[in-house]
């Protein structure tokens, strides 16, 4: 197979000129990726089912069925100097590295800060944290509760000389789970807004298109290594004040502590009844603090938190898009319970 191919200005700037495959694609972060590629001039080709969305304007779609045993059979003629794999399940991903791996000159893996073992411990970073152990070698598909196990199992599947991404909370605009979504719009509504822990518990994210960037970036640079794939740690007082002043907000935080949302069910995390991106001390006193230096020193840079908040914010409001967490009624009784037990 032919490596990469010449290279060609844009920006001012040397670039070396790729045929770019993404296994996926078709949904925020691999679309997010697809569209930057798209945009430094590079061919991309999109590769999935069609069922998540559309593939980003300038690139060109294959559809294929990775959960076919032969999915991957319309992508044999084709050559590609760097490919970009953002599945979750080991064994579509044992098949695309089997079929494609040797033909390409880079591999990226997106996988996921939930690949590690130890939650409570801050400060750590990619190249000394234990991971879980991997799903059986029989796993082909991952569940909610398998998901950072089956990561393992992928990122072993990719083995060396390949970029590994252990991606954060990634948020922005098309985010489909609505969770960082919610706080910009809450914010936004105004009033007095029902927060999770206390001002100096941990906050950790990535901006979808910082993350999709620094992927293009390692493929043109053939990086390869494991590294972490989110931004700073905040606490969670700063990012609510830079969300809230990102978007105009006129509210009143009231903060409520791990015992008082448990006993009213709120959710953690994600999901109805939940308040987003909330994780309970000290269970997850390390999960927000990762230390990203040796990311940000092979090419990560992230753009100020208050431009992601924005950004959402008028992504969601253009499109309707929905947000997961408490409803406002469910807001509203909860903060009247948490002033009755004042
Ligand atoms: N969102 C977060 O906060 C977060 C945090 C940490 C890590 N991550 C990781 O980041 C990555 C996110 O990727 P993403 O945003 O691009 O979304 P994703 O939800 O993982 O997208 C899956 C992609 O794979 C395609 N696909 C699914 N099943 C397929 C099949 N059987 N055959 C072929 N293609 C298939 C989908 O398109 P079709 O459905 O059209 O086939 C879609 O393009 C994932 O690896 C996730 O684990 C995410």
């Known amino acids: 197979m032919k490596l990469y191919g010449n290279s060609r200005t844009t920006k001012g700037k040397r670039v070396r000129h790729m045929r770019l495959l993404i296994l996926g694609g078709t949904q925020f972060l691999g679309r997010a990726i697809a569209a930057h590629a798209c945009a430094k001039g590079h061919d991309v080709t999109c590769a999935a089912r069609g069922v998540a969305g559309a593939a980003a304007q300038g690139t060109r779609f294959i559809r294929v069925d990775r959960d076919d045993p032969d999915g991957l059979a319309p992508l044999e003629r084709e050559e590609f100097d760097a490919v970009v794999d953002v599945s979750r399940h080991p064994g579509p991903v044992r098949r695309a590295v089997k079929a494609l791996k040797h033909r390409a000159a880079h591999w990226t893996f997106v996988s996921t800060v939930s690949v590690y073992a130890d939650n409570r411990t801050p400060g750590q970073r990619a190249d000394t944290a234990p991971l879980r152990a991997p799903t059986a070698p029989e796993i082909e598909h991952c569940t909610e509760e398998t998901y950072g196990a089956a990561k393992v199992a992928c990122e072993q599947a990719v083995g060396e000389n390949a970029f590994i991404v252990r991606a954060g909370l990634i948020a922005g605009p098309e985010d489909p789970t609505g969770r960082f979504t919610y706080w910009p719009v809450r ?125 959402t914010l008028a992504w969601a409001r253009a499109t309707g898009a929905s947000v997961t967490g408490l409803t406002a009624d469910e807001e509203s009784v909860t903060l009247e319970a948490w002033h009755a037990s004042r």
């Not at 105004?190 to 298109?209: C, F, H, M, S, T």
């Not at 390869?224 to 990102?246: H, L, Q, V, W």
Request: proline letters at 6%; a negative charge.
């Open 187 to 311: 914010l936004a509504r105004g009033g007095e807004v029902l927060v999770p822990g206390a001002p100096d518990d941990a906050v950790q994210l990535i901006d979808v298109r910082d993350l999709a960037q620094w992927i293009v970036l390692a493929a043109e640079r053939r990086l390869t290594g494991t590294f972490d794939g989110i931004g700073p740690s905040f606490t969670r007082g700063e990012f609510m004040a830079d969300c809230a002043a990102a978007v105009g907000a006129s509210c009143t935080l009231t903060w409520a502590d791990r015992a008082f949302l448990e006993r009213h069910e709120i959710k953690r995390w994600t999901g109805p009844r939940s308040v987003p991106l909330w994780v309970p001390l000290p269970d997850f006193a390390g999960f927000n603090t990762r230390d990203t230096s040796l990311a940000h020193a092979v090419g990560l840079t992230v753009r100020p938190l208050a431009e992601t908040a924005r950004d």
